[in-house]
């Protein structure tokens, strides 16, 4: 007779915390002694940050001049717009996390923007009265598509032109409409900055997606005029530094177009800059994606009778760019960073507004200045952001087969 | 057999498709360029490079190459240049050391040093540059460090201040003419016996060790060349100080009509080795609030800095010292002789004690409080800079600050004082002249410059500008952030059972990591690491934000002073190919070299 012993716990001295701390903290005499050095340096570094932090930064400050950190001068009876195309990209981002529900990774996303938004939705409850509503509405908006997802998951198909609208008609808000009316007059573009121009800027990345995807497609041609032509504009875009392009642009974009400089306005010439420059690293992008594509694909497509576009845009592009969405969530992220080099063309964005703050009266009053708390500031928010990008990307390529293809 | 017409065959319609996107170009192209020349010339804008050769007058503060705002366009551009190398050079290696060094870190079996080494990864890749650099810049370097002249001294005779780092460096002195030959010869030795000792290993088919071969040659051949050069028969110079020690300047030139005055034509001479000595002499200073590393620092005296060595006798004490007395004024050296601080003995226990330093009636500290150090036997070795320069601090003649003083009456009439004391030099018989001497001294090949402080900034060694610092500091730790995830990515990418073979063959750990799995992972991560080489040297244009003259900041100067915005931005846009294509060739080279050898 043969009886199956059940299999017994691991030995209590490999399992639990216990030896956890054993295996990753004291295996050796000299990991100890590391363990205490380090720990040692760390809390009392720890200890410093959070004592300046609490006790002697100069929060007020940043506290104060919330208002330019986020629209920078945008008109304040105005702000109503920002907060509504705010409102509403918070609405469709909860649809589509609503509606597509065994997306983990969008609803991860969605669900810490929401939370970020809440935050500032239940502090402009309590302290920006002038704006309150229109935060409360933002922070229910989230809610309110996730539900709406939730119930019609149909919806999704209809996204598409939701976030065209959204684009376009975010823009015609933010600028403007009717001239001289109350609620639809232009807001110059020279009032707008802070955290709003920065995802203006952001927003680069959508028109230069189709461009990257025709430059990539340009580079793989047979036709070597245009092969040529778009390997010298990807190498040479790419061979120099971003805030270079966003200066040449700034000089030369009004004599190319034979303006005057002043009907051209820095955030156009940013914005223009900026697109191209993407748009040659997206092209780089998406050519590793069609570089990835099976040639027997393309074979088996025109087998079966499939014209060149038809091959290309029903079999090659949508798995390469499946294969590369890893690649252009990181130029998602360099991208939101880079916009912080728009001063170079005089534009106020997130980052400069420091500056601006910096040399105000109040904070130059105040000994050692407030530009350590700003920068602290600044930094959590581009880190929340970069970071949950980042986060969202390593998911990706997880579920897209550990990045190899 | 049907012909295929020719709208559908597909060769016509690619070459018909090539026209058209040709022609399509060139018309835009086209009506391009007639708008930029027609902008142009309405604006009369310079559309060419004559601008070139014009006088700049653009101060750049660190010039590798000798540089006056006289200097023409291209040179200050081609100090951009070689600023923008020296920041990427030496960022490329820091960074390199500082990643591999996070990257083997991110493995560590211990969590802490995990911990930290992952946050460092993930904080300084998700931050901007920009927002690191003006950091590094205008919240670190800039008010942190005191200011110039209370520097820390750091071991090694390195200084550091709010003005930037200054260290001893070496520089090729007189006999260094003498010596360069030597050093040619050493490297062709060691590179002809390198390429020797390879082909012996080889064809003994003996693990013999390469390195020492050239690596003696070159020591060896280089130091009998330098004591020969030393050593040797020293050449019959005519070299002569001109000084003047009122102002605590002096060139060291080539006193061709040995009249110990530098005339025209007489070329100055760099990196002599010099000795000052001042008998009798004194400097002042007097006391101020300062706001210093984010602190208010009250009461606080600050001479040039002077050191034991410097002198043989110094002492420092009140130019009105009847004054000093009745106010109970005291002093606290922090740095004996040439810092500390003015007080008041409240407390009665005959030495400073925190607080004393503020008035208690005014709330703020002693300002104005004149002080006098007076000096027997300064005597400094001073070497020359790059243009033959010299100096010292702007020594006062032993007496004058008392005579000055005594002139003036009380220290309350301050203001009455200073204008009457130009009528009390009647006392002048108590002023003793001031004497100096200068000896040149015999040098070697090379000479050790060593960091002093005269008046208000660093003079000989090697300065590091703040400015420099912090655009360095800020592209090192962002690009070490992301090599450090090149390492860890090649070092995981090693196989598990290379490690397990090399501890199974009884290499220490040591060895498995140096001789088996490093090498491997090098292979896997050099190519990505070289790119973010690349990265650096285009992210040092974000210069403008710590105030660096380098390539970028230089050229957009130059556009708007000359208003050649076409030339001057084709001008960059060919510099920046040029070094990414510089990078590319390296990384071609390197790819080729590591590429596995397949049979």
Known sequence: MFRVIPARPAPSGETGVLAWLRRNLFSSAANTLLTLATGAVLVSALAGLLRWALFDAAWAQVWANMRLLAVFRYPTDLLWRPLVVLAVLLLLLGIMAGAARRNEILRGAFWWVTGFVALFALTAVVFWPSVRWFWLAAGLAPFIGYGAGVARPGLLRAMRWAWALWLVGGFALLHGIVPGSVLLRIAPTRDWGGFMLTMVLFTAIVPSFPLGVALALGRRSRLPAIKTVCIAFIEVVRGAPLIMWLFVASLLLPLLLDTDPNNLPAILRAYVAITLFSAAYMAENVRGGLQAVPRGQIEAAQALGLSGWQTTSLIVLPQALRAVIPAIVGQCIALFKDTSLVFVVGLIDFYRVTEVIATQPASLSITGGVKLELYLFISLVYFFFAYRMSVASRQLEKRLGGGTR | MERIPFWRNVKTIGVLAQVVFVMVLLAGVAILFSNVTSALSRANLPADFGWLGSRAGIPI???PIPYTTNDPYWRALLIGLLNTLRVALVGVVLAS???VAVGVMRLAPNFLIRTIATIYVELLRNVPLAVQIV????????????????PVELPGGVLLSNVGLAFPFLYPGDRFAAWWPWLVTAVLAALVGGIWRARVARAAELPLRVWPVPVALLLGIAAVGYAVAAFGQPEKSALAVDFDVERGRGTVFVDLDGDGRRGAGE?????????VRVELAELTTSTQNLSESRRMVPSTFRFPLIRDRDVAEVEVGFVDADAAEQAGYRLHFEHFPSRGVVYVDHDGDGAFSRGEEIDPVTGVGYSGVELVMTLRGFERAIVADRDG???????????????????????????????SSFGAAATEAEIEPLRAEVDLRASGPLVLSRVHVPVSSYEGGMRLTVNYLALLFALVIYTSAFIAENVRGGILAVDKGQREAALALGLSSGQVFSLVVFPQALRVMLPPTISQFLNLTKNS????????GELFVIATITANQTGASVPVALLLIVSYLLISMVFALVLNVVNARIKLVER
């Open chain 2, 61 to 63: 503060a660190e010039t």
């Open chain 2, 97 to 99: 050391v500082i990643g």
């Open chain 2, 135 to 150: 950091f590094w810049y205008t919240a670190v370097l800039l008010p942190s460090p005191p200011r110039i002249n209370n």
């Open chain 2, 267 to 275: 070329r100055a001479v760099p990196f002599a080795s010099t000795v």
């Open chain 2, 389 to 419: 320069q010299i100096r010292t601090p702007s020594f006062r003649p032993a007496g004058s600050a008392l005579a000055a003083d005594d002139g003036g009456g009380d220290t309350v009439g301050r203001g009455v004082g200073v204008f």
């Open chain 2, 541 to 548: 244009s974000l210069a403008p934000l710590a105030a660096y």
